[in-house]
């Protein structure tokens, strides 16, 4: 399969140079050129389909004809070890855990994939891959940990100072080896702001092997449409239109269901559920979409005042705002409101959120107060509550039991490389470290 860049659909590459370059040369993000649809019989069979079995064969329908089969069922192997089972919070509202992998987050599964795939192509070439990662939290440490030790790479992740939580900050800083964070000092939007910097620099490029690990990777995005298809099927016997609200920050997460409803997963609806940084859904009620700089709240990970993944969501629906409008609700919560919902989930169901899913909680309970209709919603519990200790602590007065997969990177020194949010530094640390 061809990938073609947002930014020109004539500019197409193969898939092992999509996933290499991460971003495309015209600084536009590469996009399957076609999205086959699954056969009618996949989703009749799914409810009695084991999650790696559905997550190979929505692979190999998009990457079958790239990477030999047996090497896809081995990456899928490695990817899902760990389940994303539905809970039931309430009466048709369902909770999608993505927290049980190793890192307790749902990046855990576009970044082991990736691991897997970026590994496959660069053990073809001579030269070590740089991979270049901004995080505003879960991010950094699912692609930390998904490549620790992976031959033929170096990771360096960037992270913007004091504003993930220290749990966050533990899973990538400690690391070591092939890991390495640099700690910036500003917003997220200014490390991916230097990311994308480096991949337009040519001189740069002439001397190292770039790419990136955030969700603007194409094998960050096609993973995350994996766990859609198992919570559909999970939900199936109710026999309701399904809905999916998703806490959105860079709009990865939303954008890898959206792949999953083009490949036939029949899908209602999507909420794009965001804290005040929000400019999606203020481009869902005005049709302006007008970036800007990202306020800090307390569901960090969400922090995106520029979202890189939106003009992929454009590029779906062929810039049809319409069209857009018709699959895409989009709610924006401020901090009061996301702790009323963690207090209100805990004391009427007993369930504790992290502040990102409770975003997803009250977007879809907006949705279904508006929109009066039966359905079965499911929200996204994209981290534990544990990596949010203090915020969880704070909002519900009790005590947050800490995993002992987050207990043993606590316990490490934290080595990081502090940076201003400025280019030319960035790009000398570059030159000279690696």
Not at 160 to 185: D, R, W
Not at 227 to 239: D, I, K, R, T
């Amino acid at each position: 399969m061809k990938f073609y860049s947002t930014n020109n659909k004539n500019l197409k590459v193969d898939l092992r140079e999509a996933v290499i370059r991460g971003l495309a040369p015209d600084n536009g993000l590469f996009m399957p050129e076609q999205i086959p649809m699954l056969p009618a019989n996949f989703f009749l069979e799914l409810p009695q389909m084991s999650f790696k079995q559905i997550g190979l064969e929505v692979v190999k329908n998009l990457l079958g004809k790239d990477v030999e089969e047996s090497v896809l069922e081995k990456m899928i192997d490695h990817t899902l070890q760990f389940e994303a089972p539905v809970v039931k919070v309430e009466d048709d509202v369902f909770a999608l855990e993505l927290f049980h992998g190793p890192t307790l987050a749902f990046k855990d599964f576009g970044a082991r994939f990736m691991s897997q795939l970026l590994s496959y192509f660069a053990q073809q070439q001579d030269q070590e891959v740089v991979i270049l990662v901004a995080t505003s939290g879960d991010t950094g440490s699912a692609v930390a940990n998904g490549f620790l030790g992976v031959k033929g790479t170096k990771v360096i992740v960037l992270y913007p100072s004091g504003k993930v939580s220290e749990i966050q900050e533990k899973q990538f800083t400690t690391l070591e080896q092939n890991i390495t964070a640099v700690e910036v000092k500003g917003t997220f939007d200014d490390c991916q702001r230097l990311v994308k910097q480096a991949f337009l620099d040519e001189e740069l490029r002439r001397k190292l092997f770039l790419t990136s690990a955030n969700s603007i990777n194409i094998a960050r995005l096609i993973p995350q449409s994996f766990y859609y298809f198992s919570a559909y099927a999970q939900v199936m016997e109710l026999g309701k239109p399904v809905v999916f609200s998703v806490p959105s920050g860079n709009f990865g997460n939303l954008t890898g269901g959206l792949l999953a409803q083009r490949m036939g997963l029949p899908i209602e609806a999507f909420i794009a559920a965001t804290n005040i940084n929000d400019v999606v859904p203020q481009y869902l009620h005005s049709k302006i979409f007008k970036a800007r700089a990202s306020a800090q709240t307390i569901s960090n990970a969400m922090d995106v005042g520029d979202p890189s993944n939106f003009v992929r969501l454009l590029d779906l629906f062929g810039n049809d705002f319409d069209a857009i409008s018709r699959t895409l609700i989009g709610y924006s919560f401020n901090d009061d409101q996301t702790r009323a919902a963690m207090r209100h989930v805990k004391a009427s169901a007993d369930y504790v959120l992290d502040p990102h899913g409770a975003v997803g909680y009250l977007g879809l309970q907006r949705y279904k107060d508006e929109r009066a209709t039966d359905v079965t919603g499911i929200f996204l519990e994209t981290a534990h509550p544990a990596k949010f200790k203090e915020v969880v602590e704070d909002t519900l007065k009790e005590v947050v039991a800490i995993p002992d997969t987050l207990q043993k990177f606590i316990q490490r020194p934290k080595r990081s490389v502090a940076m201003k949010a400025d280019f030319k530094e960035f790009k000398s640390y570059l030159s000279g470290s690696l």
